[in-house]
Structure formats: structure tokens, C-alpha cells
């Protein structure tokens, strides 16, 4: 039973996140006081929904996957190569304004670390192997977003980096939901009660999924309403970078020779931005980039719109059976 409501969910899934996105914009447009109260609580459902996808990873393989110097080449060169090259294109739309570009900037060369994760693996994704990088990509987007902001739009954007956020991203969105999931992995393997929850871990993520999809939008939606006359500039760059990051990686995962596992995680990877831990960036600005935390935000709603599409349409363009 418990097989045929996975397949069940796994099925309408897409469907399901639209539908959480919708309740979510509805609840947050129609109550606008509920956005504060409900922020909050999006990071320990993030948590929540990042244990239970660790969960369903076998540690052996990410050891393993950490060894992959290929897949992590490309990983790199996607990220901190060709898509700050991207973004810089992109970028010169809002040029013409500090506040618009340090915006754009600060959420767009910044790689998810945390629900690309989820989102990969539910369009066959290679999960351990995108797990087993993202302390690398976690250190390397520290080290490098002074230097690419400092490149585009000088002192102001170096000023923007706070080494903080990151620190506290990774521990409570990958750190202590990995460690959870080993032990529970480890408890499996000798308590039949463990051994039921870990077997439910993929039953559960769909509706976690929808609850932090529905928590982000509402806690965000009517504050971007607000400013939406300031903000109407930035939806063409954060629209228009999904299918552009999306050609680069599955183009540069396709020359790389990766297998369709990988292919479909290096997408992923390429389109998904880090908006939640450079949101505490973004809200320490100096006043007069007031805006630059809706920015982020806006980014984060255009994403999340079309991650569930990607999950329906990256199986389908990225097969084969091309091999390493």
C-alpha cells in the first residue's frame, strides 16, 4: 500500500507543487499579516525536507560520488564560470540602477546548496553526487562572490558579502539534516521501527515539499506586491536566466561526457540560485538598497514557479543512454 501511494504521489507531483504554489500566493495576497509570522518557519522545513532526502541517499555511493573529479569539474566551471558570464549579460538590463543590479548580482551568482538537491533527485538527478559537492560549492561562491561583485559593480557589492549566512546555512540546512539521516540510516539496519520511517521518507516528501513551497510564497508574496513598480525590471533577467542556465549545463554536461544522472543534476545545479542564505545578506545592505531583499525574494518566486516545471520537462529533453 504504502508502494502505491508513492507511486501515486510521485506521479501528480508536478501538479501537486503548483497547487501549493497557488494556495501559498492566494493565502499570503489575501492575509498580508501572515507573511511575518510565517518567514520563520520556511529554514526548519527546508531542514525537515532536506533529512528526508538524505534519507533516501546511500552514504556509500556519496563517498564514492566525492571522488568524481569530472562531475565536480563541471559542476565548477557551470557555476563559477559560465553562468556569472550569463549573469553579467543579463545583469546589464538593470545597469542602469546600483540598487536593481546589486540585486540581480548578489542572488544570481550565488548555486543553491539545499532544495536543488530535493529538486534533482525528483527528475532523476544524481543526489549524492550533487550532495557530495556542496561543501565545495558552499566555500568556493563565499570566496568568489566579493570578487565577482567587485568585478561588475564594485566597492558596493563587496561590501554586500557577510560570511555568516553561509556558515549558518550549512550547518543547520546540511549539516545537522545529514547527520540525522546517517543516524537513523544506521539505526535502520538493526530497529524494525527505524527501518519503517526510513522506508516512508519518499511517501513524506512530497507533501514536506508542497508545506515549504506553500511557506515561501505566503510569507513573501504580498511584500513583493508592494514594491512591484520598482520590481517589474528584474522579472525579465530572473525569467529569462532559467532557460538560458538550463541550455548551459545540460550543453556543458553533454560535452563533458556525463552520464543522464549527471546531465539532469548539472541543469539543476546551473538554474537553482542560493536566495534563502543570501537573503540575510541582502536585508544587512546599507539603507539605501532597501529593495535589494525584495529582489531576492522576487528571484526566489520565479524559481520556484519553475522548478516543478523542470522536474517535468528535464527527464524528458535530458535522456539517453550515453555513458561515462
Known amino acids: 500500500m504504502m508502494r502505491t501511494l508513492a507511486s501515486a504521489v510521485e506521479r501528480h507531483q508536478v501538479a501537486l507543487f503548483l497547487l501549493a504554489l497557488a494556495v501559498g500566493a ?51 566551471v557551470v557555476n563559477f564560470v559560465l553562468v556569472p558570464v550569463v549573469v553579467f549579460g543579463l545583469s546589464r538590463w538593470v545597469a542602469h540602477d546600483d540598487v536593481l543590479v546589486v540585486g540581480v548580482l548578489l542572488v544570481l551568482l550565488t548555486p543553491c546548496v539545499d532544495y536543488v538537491i530535493v529538486f534533482a533527485g525528483l527528475a532523476g538527478g544524481a543526489r549524492e553526487r550533487l550532495l557530495a559537492v556542496t561543501p565545495v560549492l558552499m566555500v568556493l561562491q563565499l570566496a568568489l562572490l566579493p570578487v565577482y561583485l567587485g568585478l561588475m559593480v564594485g566597492g558596493a557589492g563587496i561590501a554586500a558579502v557577510d560570511p555568516v549566512p553561509f556558515a549558518e546555512a550549512f550547518v543547520f540546512l546540511i549539516v545537522l539534516p545529514l547527520g540525522h539521516a546517517v543516524v537513523v540510516q544506521a539505526l535502520a539496519r538493526r530497529m524494525r521501527a527505524a527501518e519503517r520511517f526510513a ?53 556543458a554536461a553533454r560535452l563533458a561526457r556525463l552520464d543522464v544522472p549527471s546531465r539532469r543534476t548539472i541543469v539543476f545545479s546551473g538554474v537553482t540560485r542560493n536566495s534563502l542564505v543570501v537573503l540575510p545578506l541582502a536585508l544587512a545592505l546599507p539603507e539605501r538598497f532597501g529593495l535589494v531583499p525584495l529582489i531576492v525574494v522576487t528571484q526566489t518566486l520565479v524559481e520556484l514557479i519553475a522548478m516543478p516545471l523542470l522536474v517535468a520537462v528535464v527527464p524528458r529533453v535530458v535522456r539517453g543512454t550515453q555513458r561515462r
Not at 518557519?41 to 538524505?54: D, H, K, Q, S
Request: charged share 5%.
Open 26 to 76: 492566494v493565502v499570503g495576497l489575501a492575509v498580508p499579516r501572515v507573511g511575518p509570522v510565517l518567514a520563520p518557519a520556511a529554514t526548519p522545513v527546508l531542514g525537515v525536507l532536506l533529512f528526508l532526502t538524505f534519507l533516501g541517499v546511500p552514504f556509500a555511493a556519496v563517498r564514492a560520488a566525492g571522488r568524481d573529479m569530472r562531475f565536480l569539474g563541471v559542476v565548477l
Open 199 to 251: 522506508a516512508g521518507a519518499p511517501v513524506a516528501m512530497v507533501p514536506v515539499m508542497m508545506l515549504t513551497l506553500g511557506l515561501v510564497v505566503a510569507s513573501q508574496i504580498a511584500a513583493v506586491g508592494s514594491a512591484a513598480r520598482e520590481l517589474v525590471a528584474v522579472v525579465p533577467v530572473f525569467v529569462a536566466f532559467v532557460p538560458i542556465a538550463a541550455v548551459v549545463g545540460a550543453a
